[in-house]
């Protein structure tokens, strides 16, 4: 993998990768899950040079003033590698997609025609901060016949070379073309600008990180982008809820890690139920030193209380997404009122009900427009390897043409596929 130094490097890059695209669809998927298996070990076996180089990216971030969000999100430790090496076993071990057979008929003149699942070509990612993604990315554009082109942030530059340098590897040895994964290795911007013109290259571009980043790729990119990962999640607490299940959905939402794009930031809680389980609620979350931004009726609740970490709600707070130990509350008075609220200020990611009446789900269920809908549970479920899809390349809000964890199917298209014997149109 060459150095990226200008346009037409970066043009050479994606040459090479789509040729490797068009290579990987001759490798079998006994091929593909040997170069998945030799990058979960050496996640495991070789995991010194890699923290060693995360190291160097996580003192820099702190010498600059990166806040806490981004810093957790950067951090690789023995832990989370190990993570990473069990989530690309997981995808392993998933059916292959390519080559499925979505649908199959002959034809009354005798033409058989299927419809069949198909690579997409080339996935290109711009994200930001976080190295876990590098690996992601790579095993599901693998196990899906893809190649990728991949640009992280200048953040987690040795981080992200030191991971490439081990996809990079892994794949080789598994006799598939290495070139399947291409890094930008090059963090000045104007490289981004280009890239983002590649559309002869790259057949799919998905952007992860702050809304600034995917809102820019999505407004000047000319191939298809799928946007996402910027979540502002709410739970409802029904009248009907119980309340001992709903202080644990709400603890683990907000606290479980609060700084990525599933975490809890508004709970909102029906008038009913407030007096009963606010208290409680509140203890728990500012005890894990959670500030709790309240409307005026539960700051009216909680009173004086010592201890609790609250403050007045504004109208900033509606719609946030937090990324810290941070939660608004809001009381309301019916179900009609949360789902009014949720629709006001959700952005589409995750929501949750808390409840116990079947109509009440129901409702939630039908009503609110969002990629992934909860009931009674918390909200961090909506995660590609939670989920069973092992990892995921990002979480789409968008409807087309694919909605939540982007996981092997998301990454694929189809293609028709007519069998004839010597058919000719009258």
Known sequence: MATVTDRESLLTMGQVAQKAA?????????????????????????????????????????????????????LLNSER?????????????LPDPIGEVIEARTLP????????????????????SRPNVTIDIAALTLKSGNACLLRGGRESLHSNLALVG?????IGEAGINP??????????????????????????????????????????????????GVGVCHA????????????????????QRPTVCNALDTVLLHAEVAPNCLPDIARELSGAGVELHCDHRSLSILGPESGLNTRPADEDDW???????????????????????IETYGNGHT?????????????????????????????????????????????????????????????TSYKWVMIGDGHVRE
């Open 109 to 128: 003149n005798g033409l058989e025609v299927e419809r069949r699942r198909v690579p997409l070509g080339v996935i290109g990612s711009i994200y930001e």
């Open 22 to 74: 068009r290579q990987l669809a001759r490798h079998s998927e006994e091929a593909k899950n040997q170069a998945l298996a030799n990058i979960a070990d050496l996640l495991e076996c070789e995991q010194g040079p890699i923290l060693e180089a995360n190291l160097v990216d996580c003192e820099a971030a702190m010498a600059s003033g990166m806040d806490e969000a981004m810093l957790d999100r950067l």
């Open 166 to 170: 081990l996809l990079r590897r892994a």
């Open 236 to 255: 409802y607490v029904d009248r009907s809820a119980d309340l001992g299940k709903a202080a644990s959905i709400i603890f683990n939402a907000k606290v």
């Open 351 to 411: 929501e949750a009900i808390i409840t116990s009446d079947a109509a009440a789900s129901q409702r939630f269920q039908l009503e609110v427009d969002a990629a992934a809908v909860i009931v009674n549970a918390s909200t961090r479920f909506t995660d590609g390897g939670q989920l069973g899809l092992g990892a995921e390349v990002g979480i789409s809000t968008q409807k087309f043409h694919a909605r939540g964890p982007l996981g092997l199917r998301e990454l």
């Open 319 to 341: 719609g946030r997404e937090f990324l810290s130990l941070t939660a608004a509350i809001k009381i309301v008075d019916s179900l009609d009122e949360a789902l009014e609220h």
């Open 179 to 228: 070139d399947t994964v291409q890094y930008v290795d090059n963090p000045d911007r104007a490289l981004v600008d280009e890239l983002l013109q590649m559309k002869d290259y790259i057949d799919l571009l998905v952007p992860r990180g702050g809304q600034g980043l995917i809102n820019s790729v999505a407004a000047n990119a000319a191939m298809p982008v799928v946007a996402g």
């Open 81 to 93: 590698l190990t993570g990473m090496a069990n989530d690309v076993r997981t995808i392993a071990a």
